[in-house]
């Protein structure tokens, strides 16, 4: 019988060609919902999607039969990843069929907003000719200020320069070495705002860039500097940037992508003769949708027909036997590298792991992806657990591993990462709990010494080892609100330096964290969140 696979979006014709053969049974059914999309599921082994279908929990768990879930795109965000990991069901995407289209658009955006195109276009059209209500600004000699050098910021970088722009750009992860072949500068986040004549963002939203330009990153900016953002909905803060066009402070603005989408009829930003606005139109181009639907076709035959996996976001098959013994490391492992990627403060350029005890009879690459994938989550928006050795190669990083026989050491996995502000380094191990369940913790902490368990919010806190220390840290954060829910010291010596993480119930403002790191014995405090 043929494998059934099922296309439930508008996906390009041509770009499905590699799944036309008798081994399968291509079926495409647009506009399905509910139950109607439950039925035509519930035999297919194969289901491709871009963003309309939303793949639930409850829509994977009736779809018996399924194996393979590919996404024509790069966002997986209508994809319930857990849910179809949980059932053994491969999520694929196509990381990169996006790029070029979308730092075109991005460029398509910078040109019409220095020379007010759709303005212009518009008033021609209702029978005006105002030629002097429409006067422009060059390109040539302006300064083009990038937010996130990924594969789509580089482009957009070479294709501006190529205009004639002066490029500066800030990524807190890639070292200055790696853009100065490029012709591009890095500089501080507020640099770049200060300096920039036009401002394109270009990073993953996360919780840590949601909101990533408001109204104090606006204030910094030059007076007059326009804004784009072809990225992702809600990197902006789009009342802050409605406000700045208001008064002025910001001359235009040009949105491809918004908070929510689409936006409300009356959203006060459309209402701006100064913003020109697209509908998410990055990606659409005939060529790139061919092409992320033939990626994604050419992977899910290969997968079906022959078992081979590329383009997986989600961990791939391991043997089940290896998985239970492999299960809290490969946790473990990417809570230390979310724990490295919030305490490090420069580019890093070197990454290290060793494995200990009974992760030595084993092959701990899975573990070195889940660490890779934690510490540049926020780095990429491609980045998952099938790809994160090409990220970190990409950002330049070097990563090795090494397996320590015969160590009596407590702690299973040792981590270290290098940046130009030094080493930093972490350790973990699997622990069984009481209840027989195994669950992974750190153990050391730049050479400290602190069993604790990686979990929701932190702080990390280098300090001086003197009478009355922690009992201010509780003081300050009892002021502030801030429950203790768990706290872990370790010292190496009475009177020394002493390292403490510290479980709270909720997350720490900015005022709370500052109050902690001016109370003198504290030599540094970091919030975590895992």
Known sequence: MPIKILVSDDVSESGLEPLRSPSFQLEKRTGLKGDDLSAALRDAEGLIVRSETKVTAELI???KKLRVIGRAGVGVDNIDVPAATARGIVVMNAPDGNTITTAE??????????R??????????SGKWERKSFIGTELQGKTLGI?????????????????GMKIVAYDPFIAPEQTRDLEIETASFDDVLARADFVTVHTPLTNETHGLIDAKAIAGMKDGVRVINCARGGLIDEA??????KTGKIAGAALDVFEKEPP??????????????????????TEAQEGVAFTVAEQMRDYLLSGALRGAVNLPPIDQKQLSTLQPYLSLAESLGRFHAQLATSAIREVRLEFAGELVDLDAAPVTRAFLSGLLRDMSARVN???SFLIAEERGMSVT???VRGSNAASAIRTSVVSATGEQAASGSGFTTAEGYREGRITKINGFRIEAIPRGFMLVMHNRDVPGDIGRVGTILGEHGINISAFHLGRRERGGEAMAVIEVDGPLDQQTIEEMRSFSPVISAQQIEL
């Not at 658009?105 to 220095?114: D, M």
């Not at 937010?147 to 205009?163: E, K, W, Y």
């Open 240 to 245: 802050a940037l409605y406000d700045a066009i």
């Open 385 to 387: 657990v099938v790809n």
């Open 105 to 114: 658009h991005t460029i398509a955006l910078l040109v019409a907003l220095a």
């Open 401 to 403: 591993t090494a397996y």
């Open 61 to 63: 768990d009736g779809a």
């Open 264 to 285: 409300p009829v009356n959203h006060p930003l459309i209402s701006l003769d100064q913003v020109i606005a697209t509908p998410h139109l990055g990606a659409s181009t």
């Open 116 to 125: 007010r195109v759709p303005q212009a276009n518009t008033s021609l059209k």
């Open 147 to 163: 937010i996130g050098l990924g594969r789509i910021g580089r482009v957009v970088a070479s294709r501006a320069r190529a205009l």
